[in-house]
């Protein structure tokens, strides 16, 4: 949680959507938040008056992302296009495509009127959206309908109508169902009314403010009321959704900014007129101009990707004009890139812009955390030199069966997966012993690190006082090998007394460094703790993967394959309770029988099949 205290302060107070993500990585919720800052953070106070829901989802989250935007409607568009492009489970998860309402006007119709509907087709009307909701959609053509006098019934009601209805006598509709009405006057009516349904609206903000003042000093307060009720909803109407593009084309907007040696780049994504989200990546900055370093972002961003057919940026004056033509020569479409204009591209572009700064502050952060952690592990174990680089090793069995090892390793606390190794232990056979396993993983890799002259600044073993002893019995073979050891060994609860009338006492995790006898406790959540637990549980995690690999490959290829009646379910269960094919033969036939799904005939068949294979060998 004090990693996340750490992340939770540097919160920017923008608008935007964020992603809570559990310890795999999984989005397991979007949201969206006028104010990123006070949002995030109410998700870890007063965890008692949060639902149910809401405390699991808490209690399930590890790390969060962010993408900001310029206001909410802008993050509630996002916050529905990332749920159902996620589908995160803690999420309310729409299954159908009703979550963007659009309107729908057709002018080849007699009289035209404005429809809500839920896809766009293409029958050449006139479609406005997506709308961030339907009921937020009503509420905007209420408002249009009291500011333009549009039709509003069916066509049925339309040529049914035997004398105007009431939005007539309501000054709310022109009443052509029954009285005679110019229709060039109402096209004209209800092209104002999309255009202000699609944000422009200046003039007829004017024209309304006119009014409101005059209305106001005649002393006509109740007109001016109404008039100042219109303009509050052109105002909402029009607020700029910029996460709606203003063209029919997929659009990519690059945004780059700098910070000390690094480039941070943001491509956001435009499909289907919606922003969909982006990618973001962090590079050294070269020694090339800027346009030289967007040039070469292009085009190795675009290798094997799609190509949208528009790629907006800054200033794309000293791009070479080959390059679009470059970076399509793997599809038949092909795009244009240009410099962003006026209006709702050059805010896609600063809200690009401003996420690539948040990802380069982030990463800056990060990166003070991480140096601080390595420099307060460097004073906890006296080290003498910077640990630069950082390995853990740690074993992974299931009862003697597929013994295997991982060796990871951390420069400048980042994984540095390029010089991760797996070993398969090759000196312990049957019984598990993970001392003699160390032991020889420890030596092995020393050997290599003589060889390599890649030897850590830091070894860490995962294990306490008995692991460290074995390994200090192998270290101290190479007298002249300058390198430090330590162990980490788990928290521990209170196991009450032991036969031997001791009790194991409770304890934090702790370093235990070989020549200390007490070791160092960690407090949880500190930069130590947080540092050396990742490592170790990236070694875990490591080990883990490749034991079952191992372990699959034993279980399928084994003497119990040829054995009648043994299926793969039974095979696994038989190896995890014997350990290996000597365990199973070696068993009596009623032990045999004591296994789940193991008859009579079933063990006749096994115990014949592996003594037949003993004699053979």
């Known amino acids: 949680m004090s990693f996340l205290a750490d992340k939770l302060k540097q919160l920017p107070t923008d608008s935007g959507v964020y992603l809570m993500k559990d310890k795999k990585g999984t989005i397991i919720y979007v949201g969206k938040a006028k104010n990123l800052k006070n949002r995030v953070s109410s998700y870890f106070q007063n965890s008692n008056q949060h639902t149910y829901k809401t405390r699991a989802l808490v209690g399930d989250i590890c790390d969060f992302d962010l993408m900001l935007v310029q206001n909410e409607v802008e993050a509630l568009l996002l916050e529905r296009t990332l749920i159902r492009h996620h589908m995160p489970r803690f999420n309310i998860l729409l299954r159908d495509d009703k979550e963007y309402p659009f309107l729908r006007i057709c002018y080849d119709d007699p009289w035209p009127r404005i429809q809500k509907v839920r896809k766009r087709k293409d029958d050449g009307a006139h479609y406005i959206g997506p709308f961030s909701s339907s009921s937020r959609l009503g509420v905007l053509l209420r408002q249009v309908y009291k500011i333009f006098p549009l039709i ?37 009516l209800i092209k104002d009314a999309a255009s202000l349904l699609e944000g422009n609206v200046s003039k007829l903000r004017r024209e309304l403010e006119f009014k409101m003042k005059f209305a106001a000093k ?10 100042r009720d219109q303009i509050q909803a052109i105002d ?49 900055s070269s020694a090339g101009s800027p346009p030289e370093e967007m040039t070469s972002f292009i085009l190795q961003y675009y290798t094997n990707k799609q190509v949208p057919a528009l790629i907006l940026l800054r200033d794309a004056t000293d791009l070479e004009p080959e390059l679009a033509a470059v970076i399509c020569q793997q599809q038949d479409s092909p795009t244009t890139i240009r410099a962003v204009k006026k209006g709702e591209e050059t805010d896609l572009l600063e809200i690009s812009e401003r996420n690539a700064m948040h990802q380069l502050e982030a990463q800056e952060n990060q ?29 992974s069995n299931l009862q003697g069966m597929a013994i295997v090892a991982s060796d990871v390793c951390f420069v400048n606390g980042k994984p540095a997966k390029e010089f991760y190794r797996r070993y398969e232990v090759k000196t312990v056979v049957g019984a598990p012993d993970d001392f003699a396993s160390m032991q020889e993983i420890v030596r092995r890799r020393i050997e290599r690190a003589i060889r390599d002259e890649d030897l850590p600044d830091l070894l860490i073993i995962d294990g306490g006082r008995p692991q460290v002893r074995a390994v200090m019995e192998v270290v101290e073979s190479y007298p002249d090998l300058k390198l430090p050891i330590v162990g980490l060994a788990k928290s521990r609860l209170d196991k009450g007394l032991r036969n031997d009338n001791r009790s194991i006492e409770a304890s934090r995790e702790r370093l235990v460094l070989p020549y200390q006898e007490v070791p160092i406790e960690l407090v949880e959540g500190s930069h130590v703790f947080r540092l050396v637990t990742r490592i170790r549980d990236e070694a875990h995690r490591f080990a883990i993967t490749y034991h079952r690999k191992k372990r699959s490959g034993i279980s399928h290829a084994s003497a119990l394959d040829d054995v009648s009646g043994i299926g793969p379910a039974l095979k696994k269960r038989l190896l995890i309770e014997f350990g290996t094919i000597q365990g199973i033969a070696d068993a009596s036939l009623e032990r045999l029988m004591s296994i789940k799904g193991v008859n009579e005939k ?12 003993e004699s053979e060998a």
């Open 218 to 227: 005649a002393e006509n307060y109740e007109l001016a009321a109404q008039l």
């Open 367 to 395: 990166k003070n955390q991480q140096q601080l952690g390595l420099q307060l592990l460097q004073e906890a174990l006296d080290l003498p030199r910077w640990p630069e680089r950082i390995e853990c090793i740690d074993i």
């Open 602 to 613: 079933t063990a006749l068949n096994l115990h014949t099949a592996l003594k037949a294979k």
């Open 236 to 284: 909402h109407i029009s607020q700029q959704q910029v996460a709606i593009l203003d063209t029919t084309m997929d659009a990519d907007i690059i945004g780059i900014t700098s910070a000390g040696d690094n480039r941070s780049f943001n491509v956001t994504m435009v499909r289907n007129r919606t922003m969909l989200g982006g990618d973001h990546y962090i590079i050294p």
């Open 152 to 188: 509003r019934c069916s066509p049925h009601e339309f040529k049914t109508a035997k004398r105007p209805c009431n939005y007539y006598h309501m000054k709310m509709c022109l009443g052509p169902c029954t009285l005679p009405v110019d229709r060039k006057s109402y096209i004209s």
